[in-house]
């Protein structure tokens, strides 16, 4: 497609359980970032891959959270025993690589009940 | 820890009044980059300056970048409402990861 695709946009989940959350990029952009946005902040670092391998998945909070990136397209962000303080929206964004600006996806808001 | 802080963190003003968001740092970013997002929406790119000094114009917006690269400003001619939204400040380090700030929410009233 045209631009980032982000599914699904909303998830509800409960306390403890698993989700997956899935990035589409554009195609042939090269380097995939993961993000999460919580409520009045602005996007805070998750994992950046370039390509089929993590460069830098030096954001991820703790060793519940996990991404995969097996074709070096498609992207899925993993939660195990997932907590409230989890519940933010996570944003996807492609680019070429280097300082060029991103394109990012309209991002899936995670709750957490 | 590299850290940006943008201020005003909230701003509402009438149409055609002018304004100027700040982006600070104590770090040398090697670019800088702005992006004005909407409720429900990823933020979307407005412009990137990478060379101390560097001013860029896009329509009524002009983006500065400071000489030594540790800050910025975005300033907004005669403001729309259409301008509404989040304006996020993000600097690039060594890799291609980005830190932004808190983010500015700007509302201009018609």
């Known amino acids: 497609g045209a631009g980032v695709s982000q599914t699904p946009s909303n998830k509800v989940t409960e306390k403890g359980k698993y989700v997956e959350l899935r990035c589409d990029p554009i195609?042939?952009?090269?380097?995939l970032y993961w993000y999460r946005q919580s409520l009045g902040q602005g996007p805070e670092f998750l994992i950046y891959f370039q390509g089929t391998g993590a460069a830098d998945d030096s954001g991820l909070p703790n060793d519940r959270f996990f991404a995969v990136r097996p074709e070096g397209s498609v992207s899925t962000l993993k939660i195990q025993r997932t907590e409230r303080g989890d519940s933010a929206v996570y944003l996807c964004?492609?680019?070429?690589?280097?300082?060029?600006?991103?394109?990012f996806g309209s991002g899936t808001r995670l709750t957490v009940v | 820890t590299q850290l940006l802080e943008q201020s005003p963190q909230f701003l509402s003003i009438q149409e055609g009044e002018n304004l100027t968001v700040y982006c600070n740092s104590s770090s040398v970013f090697s670019s800088l980059q702005w992006y004005r997002q909407e409720p429900g929406e990823g933020p979307v790119l407005l412009v990137t300056v990478v060379t101390g000094g560097e001013v860029k114009k896009l329509k009524r917006l002009t983006f500065q970048f400071g000489d030594a690269r540790k800050d910025s400003s975005l300033h907004i001619t005669a403001a729309q409402p259409g301008d509404t939204g989040l304006y996020l400040c993000?600097?690039?380090?060594?890799?291609?990861?980005?830190?932004f700030g808190e983010g500015t929410q700007l509302t201009v009233n018609p």
């Open positions: 993000a600097g690039g380090g060594s890799g291609s990861r980005l830190t």
């Open positions: 195609s042939g952009h090269t380097a």
């Open positions: 964004a492609s680019s070429f690589g280097g300082p060029s600006g991103y394109t």
